[in-house]
T-cell receptor, first 118, second 110 residues
Framework: DTGVSQDPRHKITKRGQNVTFRCDPI?????LYWYRQTLGQGPEFLTY????????KSRLLSDRFSAERPKGSFSTLEIQRTEQGDSAMYLC????????????????FGPGTRLTVL | QKEVEQNSGPLSVPEGAIASLNCTYS??????FFWYRQYSGKSPELIMF????GDKEDGRFTAQLNKASQYVSLLIRDSQPSDSATYLC??????????FGPGTRLSVLP
């Protein structure tokens, strides 16, 4: 257990429905990342936050996806009008970014939320 | 497009042998490299990171980095059946996120 938690662990939904996932990072970590992973592939970056600011979004993050990190603590990832192609494992990771860079922003992953869109 | 490449495997080694996992990356600007282990259906678990040329050892694991060749490797000594998993190589993207390879499946045969 890395200290990063995600909820729910599994979600089954019908195409067209909206879903929301939550991630609670390690408490002292200032960065939070979202990745998506499909079978046989490595995680693909979606977006990341430093504190409450969303600093980068991947081109994979279509208009149907939105992420928030209010107050710089937990984060939510919402997918609107889900499609079958959204079926994947959604991974959250957190890191402590130091000005010195000495920790190399090592990312620790939560258990993931597995989404199945029927 | 930044890329990290790995042989998808499976790589099969007998118990007690040395497993050698390799990774190449496309962006010379990448400074730090990470190895994660991922069991089937689970999330990635950090093994170690390396950012200086040469070797870095941690228990049975040794990471090797050659920036001139844009090559990273992970050696697992005295491989155990419990080491059977997918090993992901990741390169930092200018401190903003990680670019992951597709992973190499390792199978350690008893």
């Amino acid at each position: 257990d890395t200290g990063v938690s995600q909820d729910p662990r599994h979600k089954i939904t019908k195409r067209g429905q909206n879903v929301t996932f939550r991630c609670d990072p390690i408490s002292e970590h200032n960065r939070l990342y979202w990745y998506r992973q499909t079978l046989g592939q490595g995680p693909e970056f979606l977006t990341y936050f430093q504190n409450e600011a969303q600093l980068e979004k991947s081109r994979l993050l279509s208009d149907r996806f939105s992420a928030e990190r209010p107050k710089g603590s937990f984060s939510t990832l919402e997918i609107q009008r889900t499609e079958q192609g959204d079926s994947a494992m959604y991974l959250c990771a957190s890191s402590l970014s130091l000005p010195t860079g000495s920790n190399r922003d090592t990312q620790y992953f939560g258990p993931g939320t597995r989404l199945t869109v029927l | 497009q930044k890329e990290v490449e790995q042989n998808s495997g499976p790589l099969s080694v007998p118990e007690g042998a040395i497993a050698s996992l390799n990774c190449t990356y496309s962006d010379r600007g990448s400074q730090s490299f990470f190895w994660y282990r991922q069991y089937s259906g689970k999330s990635p678990e950090l093994i170690m990171f390396i950012y200086s040329n040469g070797d870095k050892e941690d228990g049975r694991f040794t990471a090797q980095l050659n920036k001139a060749s844009q090559y990273v490797s992970l050696l697992i000594r005295d491989s155990q059946p419990s080491d059977s998993a997918t090993y992901l190589c990741a390169a930092d993207n200018y401190g903003q996120n990680f670019v992951f390879g597709p992973g190499t499946r390792l199978s350690v045969l008893p």
